[in-house]
């Protein structure tokens, strides 16, 4: 089983930087696929950026590329989001989250752990 707890977000302004944590247990990050989705009242969870198992792989959604960074510690086993150059169009709950199985990649459907969610907020 595995568990993921996050930390990190809050409230900035636009331009601003963040920093989220994704702490896993239970297993190696070297086992895992990583994720981070973020969710809006109303709207569909959306895919934000994505790290591959073998930490060789990250992919990201458009609108995030060039100012967010997916990045990983295997010997404290965690997971970051870096996020730079905040926009107000960022503001969403965040979710890491993990699989273990391959394929689906950047689906939500396909992530069998996740974390607890954490809100950031960008003020114009």
């Known amino acids: 089983q595995v568990q993921l707890v996050q930390s990190g977000g809050g409230l900035v302004q636009a331009g601003d930087s963040l920093r989220l944590s994704c702490a896993a247990s239970?297993?190696?990050?070297?086992?895992?696929?990583m994720i981070w989705f973020r969710q809006v009242p109303g709207k569909e969870r959306e895919f934000v950026a994505y790290?591959?198992?073998?930490?060789?792989?990250?992919y990201y959604q458009d609108s995030v590329k060039g100012r967010f960074t997916i990045s990983r510690d295997n010997a404290k086993n965690m997971v970051y989001l870096q996020m730079n150059s905040l926009k107000p169009e960022d503001t969403a709950v965040y979710y890491c989250a993990a699989k273990f199985l391959f394929g689906g990649d950047y689906e939500a459907e396909s992530y069998d752990y996740w974390g607890q969610g954490t809100q950031v907020t960008v003020s114009s």
């Open positions: 790290l591959s198992r073998s930490g060789g792989m990250t």
């Open positions: 239970g297993r190696t990050l070297d086992s895992l696929d």
